[in-house]
C-alpha cells in the first residue's frame, strides 16, 4: 500500500488529504526518504547554502505557548541590537562570503517601518539577498520591507488547524496570519512558511492539511521540524515521542 501510494506521489506530485495520512502513518518510511532525496538531488543538488542569520531582538509582544520569546517568559535574557549594530553585524558576514542575509527577530515594536527600512536599504548596498523573519505586518509595511530592498520572508504558520492554532497562540487570528502570507506572495517575496510537528492535540489530519497548505500557495521555502518543550512555556511537560521520525515524513513528502 505505502509503494503504491509512493509510486502515485511521484507520478502526481500531490495526493488528497486521506492518502497523505496513510503515508505519514507508515511503518517503513526509507522508501519515502529514498524518494525524496532524489528528488532533491535532481532539483538542488548537493550543495550546502549558507546564510548569514542575525537575530537582532528576543522582545517580543506575543505570548505563543510553545515559544521561549513570548512575553510572559519573565527567564528569558532580552536583547535588542541597535540599527548600527545591525548593519555591522552584516557586513562581517559579507566579508566572511554570506551572500544571503537573513534579520531575524520577535515581534519587537520598537523597530517601526522607518528603522527597519533604513536598515534593509543599508545590508542592500552590499549586495547581498536579504531575508527577513520578523513576523506579522501590514500588507503596507511589507511592500515598504520589499522597496527598500527585502527579497525573501519568512513566516512559519506552525499549524494550519484553525482552533490549534488560536489556542496556542493566545489573541492572534489565523486568517491574519494567511493574509499575511497570501499579501507576501502577491508583493513578490520568496517565502517560507513552516509547521511544528507535534504539538498537543495536533493530529495526523491536519498535518496533511499543512502541506495542501504549502503546497497551494506555493511556498518556496518550508521549515519543518519537532516540537521540542521549552522549559519556561505552559508546554514544558509535553512529551515528544515519535516526533522526529514524524518530522522527517513532513519533510519528504514536502519535498515530494
Not at 513566516?155 to 494550519?160: A, C, K, N, P, Y
Request: glycine share 8%.
Amino acid at each position: 500500500m505505502e509503494n503504491t501510494l509512493l509510486q502515485k506521489l511521484l507520478d502526481k506530485q500531490v495526493l488528497p488529504k486521506e492518502e497523505l495520512v496513510q503515508l505519514l502513518l507508515g511503518t517503513s518510511p526509507q522508501g519515502l526518504f529514498d524518494a525524496a532525496d532524489q528528488v532533491r538531488k535532481q532539483y538542488v543538488g548537493d550543495g550546502v547554502y549558507l546564510r548569514g542569520l542575525i537575530e537582532f531582538s528576543s522582545y517580543c509582544k506575543n505570548d505563543c505557548m510553545y515559544c521561549g520569546l513570548r512575553k510572559s517568559n519573565m527567564h528569558a535574557q532580552r536583547y535588542r541590537l541597535s540599527p548600527p549594530q545591525i548593519i555591522s553585524t552584516a557586513q562581517q558576514a559579507v566579508a566572511l562570503g554570506y551572500k544571503t542575509i537573513v534579520l531575524q527577530s520577535g515581534e519587537d515594536l520598537w523597530f517601526d517601518t522607518d528603522k527597519l527600512c533604513a536598515i534593509v536599504r543599508e545590508i542592500k548596498k552590499m549586495d547581498v539577498a536579504i531575508t527577513l523573519s520578523i513576523g506579522e505586518k501590514s500588507r503596507e509595511e511589507y511592500a515598504a520591507y520589499r522597496a527598500a530592498g527585502a527579497n525573501r520572508y519568512l513566516l512559519r504558520i506552525e499549524t494550519t488547524d484553525k482552533n490549534l492554532y488560536e489556542k496556542l497562540d493566545p489573541q492572534m487570528s489565523f486568517e491574519n496570519r494567511v493574509r499575511c502570507l497570501q499579501d507576501l506572495k502577491e508583493l513578490g517575496y520568496e517565502v517560507g512558511s513552516g509547521s511544528l510537528v507535534g504539538l498537543p492535540g495536533q493530529t495526523l489530519e491536519s498535518l496533511a492539511d499543512d502541506l495542501l497548505f504549502f503546497k497551494n500557495l506555493p511556498v518556496d521555502m518550508a521549515g519543518i521540524g519537532p516540537f521540542i518543550p521549552h522549559p519556561h512555556t505552559p508546554l514544558k511537560n509535553e512529551t515528544t515521542n515519535g516526533h522526529f521520525e514524524l518530522s522527517l515524513k513532513m519533510m519528504a513528502l514536502m519535498r515530494l
